[in-house]
């Protein structure tokens, strides 16, 4: 009986979300196109459980997600030369890494403050710390840059303790798994730089 009572629609919603999810970065560090509209897929499963979660950061998150997985999809699309080679994996600017870091910490500190004076949100700042930083991170991936990987990487190891807090098991293991395929995706990105890892 409680086997049963664990397997609700959540559990396999959530179940579902592990497995696009991962699909999704292993598609990401093979730099394959099909990860952005899996990630769309991706997206909608997640909606449902953070709002179920109350961790409306996350869910405010995935909607920007929903834009940027357009918006990754639009441009390495787009970035496609007529001989059909994909767009090139580049480094970011020290301007462009500071912009995303101090957007991050704007919006860590602002959108914390806020959920945590006008919502019954958990972890609002933890949660918000991930939500901004994953936004500049998808930013960065979106525009193949290599330094997501970093930026993911910090966020996974936060977010994995937050869903495990949270009674999210499978998303826990999720993330967790994101911090090795962080690792993964940043070395083999730098080989496509044609830099030893």
Not at 39 to 65: K, P, T
Not at 164 to 186: N, R, T
């Amino acid at each position: 009986m409680e086997f049963m009572s664990f397997w609700t629609l959540d559990r396999a919603l959530e179940l579902a979300g592990l497995g696009t999810g991962l699909a999704c970065v292993w598609l990401l560090i093979r730099q394959h196109i099909a990860t952005w509209p899996l990630g769309i897929v991706y997206v909608f499963l997640s909606l449902y459980l953070f709002w179920q979660a109350r961790l409306y950061a996350d869910f405010l998150l995935h909607l920007g997600f929903l834009a940027l997985n357009g918006y990754g999809w639009w441009t390495w699309a787009r970035g496609r030369s007529d001989s059909g080679e994909a767009l090139p994996v580049t480094r970011s600017s020290r301007g462009e890494l500071l912009g995303v870091v101090l957007l991050g910490l704007v919006g860590t500190v602002m959108f914390g403050t806020l959920f945590a004076r006008y919502t019954d949100a958990s972890l609002p700042y933890w949660d918000n710390a991930t939500t901004a930083f994953s936004l500049g991170a998808m930013w960065l991936s979106a525009r193949k840059r290599l330094e997501n990987w970093v930026l993911w990487f910090a966020v996974d190891v936060v977010a994995t303790g937050i869903y495990a807090l949270k009674g999210l098991p499978f998303y826990a293991v999720l993330y967790a798994i994101y911090l090795g395929l962080a690792v993964q995706g940043y070395r083999q990105w730098r080989q496509s730089l044609g830099v030893a890892a």
